[in-house]
């Protein structure tokens, strides 16, 4: 079973940086889709990037240019770095392990959340 373990969080003024972590404990990681999803209050949980084997990592087009996700792999760790934060990036931020299938992720493990909140 995978266990997922977020962290780096926390609240930031517009134009700061965060790295959130992810740590994995899966013996399956360096086969398996890895990326971040993240929900504000009242909306849909929305992908924010994904990395996948074998193909460069996916973004969500409002983050190109500012995040970055990569992953360590003998620490068995996901990131997400977060440059020029906005406000609208304010969200509980999710860690997401799952299988590629084809070119697609299939995602099942989630981790509990971190928030984070980026105030003008």
């Known amino acids: 079973q995978v266990q997922l373990g977020e962290s780096g969080g926390g609240s930031v003024q517009a134009g700061g940086s965060l790295r959130l972590s992810c740590g994995v404990s899966?013996?399956?990681?360096?086969?398996?889709?890895m990326g971040w999803f993240r929900q504000a209050p009242g909306t849909e949980r929305e992908e924010v990037a994904n990395?996948?084997?074998?193909?460069?990592?996916n973004y969500l087009d409002s983050v190109k240019g500012r995040f970055t996700i990569s992953k360590d792999n003998a620490k068995k760790t996901l990131y997400l770095q977060m440059n020029s934060l906005k406000p609208e990036d304010t969200a509980m931020y999710y860690c997401?392990?799952?299988?590629?299938?084809?070119?697609?992720?299939?995602?099942?493990?989630w981790g509990q959340g971190t928030q984070v909140t980026v105030s003008s």
């Open positions: 990395i996948r084997p074998g193909y460069s990592p």
């Open positions: 997401v392990v799952g299988d590629l299938r084809g070119s697609d992720c299939v995602w099942g493990a």
């Open positions: 899966a013996n399956t990681y360096i086969t398996s889709c």
